[in-house]
Nanobody
């Protein structure tokens, strides 16, 4: 079994915060780069942030830089996405994805990732 499960999505007001979790089973997340992607209705899936294998480097899209933080908890085999100062345009289904053995700076291209979770809905609205 190799599975990624996202959780923590929901409804939040603009300016609020939300913490998403990506829990792995069947493999050790430390050996994988993990990316967070999102897809809004009618739009392509886009990369927001990623963390390299081993947790040495992170990368952020300009749209979320300074507001979102990706982190890894090896003991829990989980990667988190802390989202602050949320905007309505952040509304989307959020997915985590894994790419093995990427120790250099991770990339934000969906084509580079091999394993995907089912997604969790984030809605930012008043």
């Amino acid at each position: 079994q190799l599975q990624l499960v996202e959780s923590g999505g929901g409804l939040v007001q603009p300016g609020g915060s939300l913490r998403l979790s990506c829990a792995a089973s069947g493999f050790t997340l430390d050996y994988y780069a993990i990316g967070w992607f999102r897809q809004a209705p009618g739009k392509e899936r886009e990369g927001g942030s990623c963390i390299s294998s081993g947790g040495g480097s992170t990368n952020y899209a300009d749209s979320v830089k300074g507001r979102f933080t990706i982190s890894r908890d090896s003991a829990k085999n989980t990667v988190y996405l802390q989202m602050n100062s949320l905007k309505p345009e952040d509304t989307a289904v959020y997915y985590c994805a894994a790419k093995p053995l990427l120790f250099r700076l991770c990339v934000l291209s969906k084509w580079e990732y091999d394993y995907w979770g089912q997604g969790t809905q984030v809605t930012v609205s008043s």
